[in-house]
């Protein structure tokens, strides 16, 4: 979770509830000859909450189907390259050289995402990390039509799923830009500020009231955490897992041990 995450939520609190304390101190200090329009506050304060409410909640499910998007999507990733691995392994060449560049993608995707496990900071995913995949998986795709035994239809198959992961990347790193309006935001919750001067005004000025008001704000600039979080699944508190990938990594690990072990030679005494 970033600083600035973190600032901007603070801020929005900040801001909602000074709006609130600002309308609690005009309806308690206004002259008493003047009358409040008390019933066109609470008819515009309810026209601008259900306009809050709608757009809100539809933001706030689109950066969760976002979130869940991305889930997808790694899980479709890990299962092409899990397919690509099987192929690999029934005609592997001697060298193991195919094999040993999908392994370097696959660690290659697993520090890009999550930095932190392997002991780096997140850094901007673009289409030049997709670029270096492209180039290993046309490297693999060569080295696959020049094993023995390989027919038209492995080689095809492989051409296929190589497509697949270079499509899923393309998803994945397109999201990533694809970050919610700061205008939107800054309308929602500017949105948010007029609500609560509202309800400040229409309400009674008391320390209570101005507690329920800060709660409010509390509740308002936790959505606004919970919207940039999820529009940002790689790093923060809402992460995608990275289950299905270590699991994949730790079965290539395994068999690159075992082959390891049975190609040192044999001692005689």
């Not at 930095?115 to 901007?124: L, M, V």
């Amino acid at each position: 979770m970033s600083m600035s995450t973190l600032s901007r939520c603070a801020l929005v609190a900040l801001m909602v509830l000074c709006f609130a304390i600002l309308g609690m101190s005009i309806h308690e200090f206004i002259p008493f000859q003047m009358s409040f329009p008390m019933d066109m506050a609470r008819s515009i304060s309810g026209l601008v909450g259900t306009l809050f409410a709608i757009v809100l909640g539809l933001l706030v499910s689109s950066s969760y189907n976002a979130f869940n998007g991305h889930q997808a999507d790694l899980n479709s990733l890990v299962t092409v390259l899990a397919n690509i691995d099987l192929l690999l392994k029934r005609f592997q060449a001697k060298d193991n050289a195919s094999r040993h560049i999908l392994r370097e993608i696959v660690i290659a995707l697993h520090c890009r995402y999550w930095p932190e496990k392997n002991g780096t900071h997140w850094k901007k995913v673009g289409y030049a990390n997709l670029s270096d995949d492209i180039d290993g998986m046309i490297e693999i795709n060569k080295i696959a039509e020049s094993m023995p035994g390989v027919t038209q239809d492995d080689i095809n198959a492989i051409r296929q799923l190589s497509s697949n992961f270079v499509t899923t990347q393309s998803n994945i790193i397109r999201n990533l830009s694809n970050q919610v309006p700061s205008l939107l935001l800054f309308i929602i919750f500017g949105w948010a500020c007029l609500l609560f001067f509202l309800y400040g005004c229409t309400g009674e000025a008391s320390l209570f009231s101005a507690f329920l008001l800060s709660m409010g704000s509390l509740a308002v600039a936790s959505t606004n955490f919970l919207i940039l979080e999820l529009t940002q699944p790689y790093h923060g508190i809402f992460k995608v897992s990275s289950a299905a990938l270590d699991l994949l990594i730790d079965s290539m690990n395994k068999d690159q041990q075992e082959l390891s072990s049975n190609k040192q030679p044999a001692t005689f005494i």
